[in-house]
């Protein structure tokens, strides 16, 4: 072999040595992945933050058909979670007969009904007033109303009414359209809590003078 083969025979291995060190490089050094962001986790025992519950209103207030209706929810739940959580009463004996089952408390000695529920009926009748000035013509110079009621409650959430029978104080039909006007005021009304989550019957008059802005007081039945 000449020098000038032995040459290019040097050169031939020297590029072939090269071209394996810059494989092996390459091979030896992937390509790094890139990071995944860190995972955020909550605190352990933390939970997700709820808007609280409106407080009940310390005076009596008028609500829509919509409010109405959540605040009717929330006393059904408040009140069958009361009804899971009171204690249990001692056994009746076995021959003790069993109490008979009430719609709710009945109210209708001035003697059984609270300071608290007369100073929400006082609170009530001012929202009649419109009611008695819109349909003076039908029902006369004076009015009045003997309402039987039924006001349903939570201490944590309030009291909404449902007007079971309206009459005047002579017992006889209010007429129709004052009947109305009456019983979706008195229903559109949220009261405060009256009660340790109750249920009551409740007789009550509104008596209206000739002026609509200045009836005699009402009064417990």
């Known amino acids: 072999m000449t020098a000038r083969g032995s040459l290019v025979l040097a050169g031939v291995v020297g590029l072939t040595v090269v071209a394996i060190a810059v494989w092996s490089l390459r091979r030896g050094d992937p390509e790094s992945p890139v990071a995944a962001p860190p995972t955020v986790r909550p605190p352990a025992g933390s939970s997700v ?7 009940p209103p310390n005076r009596v207030t008028k609500v829509s058909a919509a409010e109405r209706t959540e605040i009717a929810e929330r006393i059904a739940r408040a009140q069958a979670s009361r009804a899971v959580a009171a204690p ?19 109210m209708k000695k001035p003697e059984d009904v609270t300071t608290h ?25 004076t009015a009045s109303i003997k309402a039987s009621l039924m006001l349903d409650g939570d201490p944590d959430v309030g009291t909404l009414i449902s007007a079971d029978k ?23 009304l949220q009261l405060p809590p009256l009660a340790e989550g109750s249920r009551f019957l409740v007789e009550y008059s509104f008596a209206f003078g000739d002026d609509e802005d200045d009836g005699s007081a009402g009064s417990a039945r």
């Open 49 to 55: 933050a709820t808007a609280p519950s409106p407080r």
């Open 88 to 106: 249990a009463g001692p056994a009746l004996p076995a021959a003790a007969p069993a109490a008979p089952a009430l719609p709710g408390e009945t």
């Open 117 to 141: 529920l007369l100073a929400a009926m006082d609170e009530v009748k001012p929202f009649l007033v419109e009611c008695v000035s819109r349909h003076r013509e039908a029902i006369g110079p």
């Open 166 to 188: 309206l009459r005047d104080l002579e017992g006889k039909a209010l007429p129709a359209g004052f009947d109305d006007c009456v019983r979706d005021t008195m229903q559109s």
